[in-house]
């Protein structure tokens, strides 16, 4: 057989059919001797829809999200959460749907202007954990997987819709006029229908650390919805997989914003007595006590419980305050 674009003279073609009249060879054998190098298996029940390009383009995408979420995650949460994109699948919806347990926690999105939806689904574990540090606790899932009551999906869809601004953020070179908008939480996956069973859908997989505890995170994008937008997931502006350092500056203050509104703790300490603990069960309003600092002396001002500063006690108008009169050299 002719092997790429060689092409047979009238001789060999002759050669050829005089060969497979005679029974020295078949059509079988010469298609076995040919070239098989171009041929390539496709399977027409799983349509490759999503290029190699695209889901690159994405994983880089959602890289720059999971940054941009454990940051305003932490702020939230006052605990540090990290997030790290596992893995990028292409499936059809109906395998998706099946490996979804039951319960979980899905929040579906319609990404205005595109038509369609998309959807976050997390383990019922790291929805809890992040609930239950929300409220107070340590952040820790513990138990069985259970469903989430009204009030705990009320405050899950408020945590999510002030991450999507995260999400706007990364998707704005390929989107930039996105407007997630949020239409559905569900606890029972066979409520969740975002497209048909056949469609494509690609899966991009986060690994999540909230403190001590170890979850995940899934987004489902589905082919129809996103097909719009696929044409501007070009490589100029991501190479190997990172985005160009001219376009970090805008992610770079984003962080600078997310922690400048992180609150910590100030405090400066008066000073320091030992007293009983019959004198202290048994003070009474008036009573004086002496503590060991002087009224001239500079008193240590603590962040987060580590002395930054020096400060002398006073008063602003009817309010009390402290002056700054030294800085600690750290280091």
């Not at 057989?1 to 050829?16: F, H, P, R």
């Not at 390009?53 to 540090?80: D, K, Y």
């Not at 969740?192 to 489902?220: H, N, W, Y």
Request: hydrophobic share 35%; net charge negative.
């Amino acid at each position: 057989m002719a092997k790429g674009s060689e092409v047979l003279s009238q001789n060999q073609i002759d050669s050829l059919l005089s060969a497979i009249d005679s029974g020295s060879t078949t059509v079988q054998t010469i298609q076995e001797k040919g070239q098989t190098g171009d041929v390539r298996l496709y399977d027409f029940r799983h349509p490759s829809k999503f290029s190699r390009e695209h889901s690159q383009t994405l994983h880089a995408v959602h890289e720059i999200f999971g940054r941009l979420l454990s940051t305003q995650l932490t702020t939230q949460m006052r605990l540090p959460v990290q997030m790290e994109v596992a893995s990028v699948d292409q499936l059809t919806y109906d395998e998706f749907m099946r490996s979804i347990t039951n319960p979980t926690v899905v929040l579906i999105y319609r990404l205005l202007p595109l038509e369609g939806t998309i959807l976050f689904e997390f383990t019922p574990g790291t929805a809890i954990s992040i609930i239950e540090r929300l409220l107070g606790g340590p952040g820790r899932s513990g138990g069985r997987p259970r469903e989430l009551t009204d009030i705990e999906q009320s405050l899950m869809s408020n945590v999510f819709n002030k991450g999507m601004s995260s999400f706007k953020e990364a998707w704005k070179h390929i989107l930039p006029n996105l407007e997630p908008v949020i239409q559905a939480l569900e606890t029972n996956p066979r409520f969740v229908q975002i497209c048909a069973p056949s469609d494509s859908v690609l899966v991009i997989s986060f690994e999540t650390k909230l403190g001590e505890t170890m979850g995940s995170m899934r987004i489902c994008l589905p082919y129809p919805t996103i097909e719009p937008v696929l044409p501007n997931m070009h490589r100029e502006f991501f190479m190997n997989g990172q985005i160009r350092k001219e376009d970090t500056h805008p992610f770079l203050e984003e962080i600078k914003r997310n922690m400048d509104q992180v609150e910590v703790r100030l405090a400066l300490l008066l000073g320091y007595t030992d007293i009983t603990v019959r004198d202290l069960l048994g003070l009474q309003v008036g009573d004086v006590i002496q503590l060991n600092s002087q009224p001239s002396e500079s008193l240590p001002v603590t962040v987060e419980q580590t002395c930054k500063f020096y400060a002398r006690p006073g008063t602003l108008g009817r309010q009390m305050a402290a002056q700054i009169t030294a800085i600690v050299d750290e280091g």
